[in-house]
């Protein structure tokens, strides 16, 4: 089955500083693989999305993430962490034999931006 | 447009109550999804529908009952819920395709007692 891994449970930066989310992902062919994002008592938001074609994959609000094969990994950053960055981060995949429908959620990771 | 909408926000009820949560799309999307989100976890998926279809249930225990009437309309009716049943319920909907991006409504923040 497919998984996938996000390290680190919480992440705290100062802000201005780089913002690094990790996440691996385990399966023998590639997913489609998003990065969304929850802020306090809300739904979840897409930041960005890799399918198809160029590997690093822009994003809203500045953030990126480059789509590793060799490395089966998909790991968000952003160069200038702002306040208002402060939330949960969730990496997931879609794998090939569901039909699109079983997004697999990462545990998530709680960024701090500290003043 | 592309929200999603849910109501109630909140919604506190029994364990012998009987309740609906409701979530609407006008974005055109013939995929529409039920989820649960426990505090500090993901969410977990519960349903999936697919042209007004079940097309996924994921185990999911009969005091939920979805139900689709239309292809912008989705509800979660609750029947004799459990204490552990408390969750944040988060209603999504899609294109029918796996690329696609899920939107998110803003969730019914369920206690029950």
């Known amino acids: 089955a497919q998984s996938v891994t996000q390290l680190g449970s919480h992440v705290s930066v100062s802000e201005g500083a780089l913002v690094l989310l990790r996440c691996n992902y385990s399966s023998s062919v590639p997913p489609y693989l998003f990065w969304y994002v929850q802020y306090p008592n809300q739904g979840l938001q897409l930041l960005l999305k890799y399918t198809t074609g160029a590997t690093l994959v822009k994003g809203i609000n500045g953030f990126e993430a480059e789509f590793k094969k060799s490395e089966t990994s998909f790991h968000l950053t952003k160069p200038s962490a702002h306040m208002s960055d402060a939330a949960e981060y969730f990496c997931a995949v879609s794998p090939l034999n569901t039909g699109g429908f079983k997004t697999i959620f990462g545990a998530g990771t709680r960024l701090f931006v500290k003043a | 447009d592309t929200e999603v909408t849910q109501t109630p926000k909140h919604l506190v009820m029994g364990m012998t109550n009987k309740k609906s949560l409701k979530c609407e799309q006008h974005?055109?999307?013939?995929?529409m999804y039920w989820y649960k989100q426990k505090a500090k976890k993901p969410p977990e998926l519960m349903f999936v529908y697919s042209y007004e279809k079940l097309s996924i249930n994921e185990s999911v225990p009969s005091r939920f009952s979805p139900e689709c009437p239309n292809s912008s309309l989705l509800n979660l009716h609750l029947h004799a819920l459990q204490p552990e049943d408390s969750a944040l319920y988060l209603c999504a909907s899609s294109q029918v395709d796996r690329k696609v991006t899920q939107y998110f409504g803003p969730g019914t923040r369920l206690l029950v007692l």
């Open positions: 974005m055109g999307h013939r995929a």
